[in-house]
């Protein structure tokens, strides 16, 4: 018995569903010929159920259903909620079968329709994360319930249409049937389809095809050779960094209208918002940004879509480690080699206020449902996400961070991950205890100030240590990894003499290797 009909899903009707249903088969045809308000899609899914017998639904947002046929026999209209279609006595292996007409958004989510107003084309792209996949085609629309996914897609005569597949026939210049072949197993929300007029410019690097997509009112503004170059540093960065290839053959970014955020990590067709298509000189910090969200969205393609959450509870963890693991790849492979600079002054600051405003929240969210997920895309999801990661990074140590991300990889590949599994495996690279790190770090709030407290005697330290506060409203003192320089003034500015890398515990932690040195003109923790 259903208690909702609403465009929602809890995380205890995720659970009890991905409990019974596996082995998703989806072939999605999509017509998109029809007008600017609706289309046509048509769902046939094949899948297994635990409990035959069980009932369960499926997600589905349209204002009309006009089929619907489960194991040979026709569903009644009925079992449609508007947002659901109940399904009752499964078998062990189903087929369901669902035609529908389903709405254009222009609210950035779902099946996205935009008329460009310099020469009135049409461009469409799909926005899913994270529960609007069901507004395109029927599905179980959840991130542990992967399946694979072949599209068509009829497409008015003059347009690219771009999934997370290389098409395996396009019609002529008269329009037509794009046919994708099956994806590899993935979760609904990084599905992708965009289509319309576009300019395109392809390249290769190594085995990997690569597009670039924009309007064609755009095209004079392009700039592919800059999005290339950072695009194969990534790729030749990650896959060591990983010890994984580059998992979906090919790789689109599209620049697409009217976006909702800065891009969006389908595998395969990374979609991105238009404003990093310069229209103008900009400064090199506007470059650094874009380089940053490229490598971000690439990052994913590992995290996040080759291994994903299994719940929203983690959200903070799949956009944490991609900016995280973004930035590093920067600082080591492009031309952006001061992005931990950008990095301190801007996110990691911006990290730093929302901690200290009444809203601010653990890392760690409590996701009851979808519309709890809306809540958690802020400063403390990406921002000081990010810099306890990094602080996680120091704290195991770099080598053995890697290490562990690559048994992660190998050991989970395709499948779905909470945070402990991802921890897992650092901590045993490392031999650290990252339970209880975890707790300290990630499931309480607030920010923690760490001073010197020095003493002197002539012109040398006699004892140096690291006090460590916490607000009353936050009185959480959590472990640190940090390091102590010692800076000397020249003609040349100031020079770092020595560094002391250290663990700092408590509300007092002694530094017994600078006693005995000379008082240097800088002590920087």
Not at 33 to 39: H, K, L, P, Q, R
Not at 268 to 276: L, M
Not at 319 to 335: I, V
Not at 447 to 459: C, P
């Amino acid at each position: 018995m259903l208690t909702t009909v609403q465009d929602n899903l809890t995380r205890e009707e995720a659970v009890a569903r991905a409990a019974i249903i596996s082995g998703c088969v989806y072939d999605i045809a999509l017509d998109v010929t029809g007008g600017d308000e609706v289309f046509e899609s048509t769902t046939t899914v094949r899948f297994d159920c635990s409990e035959p017998g069980a009932s369960t639904f499926i997600d589905l947002t349209a204002p009309s259903v006009e089929s619907i046929e489960l194991n040979g026999q026709q569903v009644p209209l009925e079992a449609f909620e508007g947002h659901r279609i109940r399904l009752d006595d499964l078998q062990a292996s189903n087929t369901l079968r669902v035609t529908a007409t389903c709405s254009y958004r222009h609210t950035g989510t779902g099946l996205h329709h935009f008329r460009d107003p310099v020469d009135k084309e049409v461009y469409l792209h799909t926005q899913f994360e994270p529960f609007d996949a069901h507004a395109v085609y029927a599905c179980f629309d959840q991130p542990d319930i992967k399946g694979t996914f072949a599209f068509t897609v009829t497409a008015p005569e003059g347009w690219e249409v771009v999934s997370n597949m290389a098409p395996t026939s396009a019609p002529g210049s008269g329009g037509g049937r794009w046919a994708f072949p099956p994806t590899p197993v993935m979760s609904t929300y990084i599905t992708a389809i965009v289509a319309g007029p576009f300019h395109v410019v392809r390249d290769r690097h190594r085995n990997i095809d690569l597009g670039l997509f924009c309007r064609k009112s755009l095209a004079q503004y392009l700039d592919p050779e800059e999005i290339f170059e950072v695009t194969k540093q990534g790729f030749d960065w990650f896959e060591k960094a990983f010890d994984y290839p580059y998992p979906f053959g090919k790789y689109d970014q599209l620049f697409v209208p009217e976006f909702k955020f800065g891009a969006m990590e389908n595998a395969g067709c990374v979609t991105f918002v238009e404003a990093y298509v310069f229209r103008s000189r900009v400064t090199d910090a506007a470059r650094e940004s874009r380089a940053s969200t490229i490598l971000h969205e690439m990052a994913h393609m590992w995290f996040g879509d080759l291994v994903t959450m299994r719940w929203w509870d983690d959200l903070w963890l799949n956009e944490s480690f991609a900016t995280f693991m973004g930035n590093l790849c920067m600082s080591r492979a492009t031309r952006f080699t001061n992005v931990w600079a950008t990095f301190a002054s801007g996110t990691k600051t911006g990290a730093y206020r929302q901690d200290q405003l009444p809203s601010t929240h653990p890392i760690v969210a409590d996701i009851p449902d979808i519309h709890a997920t809306h809540l958690n895309f802020d400063a403390i999801t990406y921002n000081k996400g990010a810099s306890v990661l990094k602080q996680l990074v120091a704290w195991a140590g770099e080598g053995a961070f890697l290490d562990g991300l690559k048994e992660y990889f190998r050991r989970h590949e395709w499948g779905n991950t909470d945070l402990s599994d991802f921890l897992a495996p650092i901590a045993a690279k490392s031999g650290r205890d990252l339970q209880a790190w975890s707790a300290e770090w990630l499931e309480t709030a607030g920010v923690n100030t760490l001073r010197l407290s020095i003493e002197t005697e002539g012109s040398v330290l006699r004892s140096v240590q690291v006090l460590q506060e916490a607000p009353e409203s936050h009185p959480h003192l959590r472990p640190h990894r940090m390091a102590i320089g010692l800076y000397d003034a020249s003609d040349d500015g100031l020079v770092l003499r020595r560094r002391v890398e250290l663990d700092v515990d408590g509300d007092r932690t002694a530094v017994p290797e600078l006693d005995g040195e000379k008082v240097p003109d800088l002590l920087l923790p």
